[in-house]
């Protein structure tokens, strides 16, 4: 299916012209394939490169959330099954990960944060800070991650989660910030959005403690 010229043209900005666009597949994932060129950065070459034709899954905006409870001075995190380890043959396919899901249509990335953290683990956030956004693999996706600490009221005692219409066992579980480093250090976190955020937290803990006891 060739989709409609209108919904090129909204796609276009003055360094790229996308000539097609066409849906591969349209089931649990959709994927186009996009024949387009971009403007080149080196001044000294043609100012155009060649026409390149690429297949792109597209996906929605998505929140991260970090879970943090200063008065136990502990992060709530989650694991949970993912085929794609399975399919690159990770010995361990249940990867710990933080609180995430998509931005649904009739809400903002905040309010899916909200959402996704009470579904994913029970808890309820008191206090959300924004840190900032990135596009996990832009050389295939187009999914968008906005990323947030937050301040939760208590640490659930539940500790399985999810929704099981949605094929989702989630398993949650606490660690302190010494923990934390030696979580990465050992190569133990796998999720590209929790090493960001674990990361991002250890720089930041003693003023987010000050900022939230």
Not at 136 to 160: H, L, M, N, V
Request: glycine residues 4%; contains cysteine.
């Amino acid at each position: 299916m060739t989709l409609p010229q209108s919904e090129i043209e909204e796609l276009r900005n003055s360094d790229v012209h996308i000539s097609g666009r066409e849906r591969l597949h349209d089931g649990y994932r959709k994927i186009d394939r996009y024949s387009f060129t971009h403007r080149t950065m080196n001044p000294d070459a043609d100012e155009w490169l060649p026409v390149m034709n690429r297949e792109m899954c597209r996906m929605s905006e998505a929140s991260v959330v970090l879970l943090y409870h200063p008065e136990s001075d502990s992060v709530l995190l989650s694991r949970q099954f993912r085929l794609g380890a399975v399919l690159r043959n990770e010995d361990d396919p249940f990867m710990i990960e933080c609180a995430a899901g998509c931005v649904d249509d009739d809400e903002t990335p905040e309010q899916a944060a909200r959402r996704e953290s009470f579904e994913e683990t029970g808890a309820e956030i008191v206090d959300l800070e924004y840190i900032g956004h990135s596009f996990p693999s832009a050389g295939s996706t187009d999914e968008e991650c906005y990323f947030y600490c937050a301040r939760i009221a208590k640490i659930p005692e539940e500790r399985y989660h999810g929704l099981a219409e949605e094929g989702e066992e989630i398993e949650t579980f606490t660690v302190k910030p010494d923990e934390i480093a030696a979580l990465l250090d050992e190569d133990q976190v796998h999720n590209s959005n929790a090493l960001i955020l674990l990361n991002w937290f250890l720089r930041h803990h003693a003023r987010l403690r000050k900022k939230w006891s």
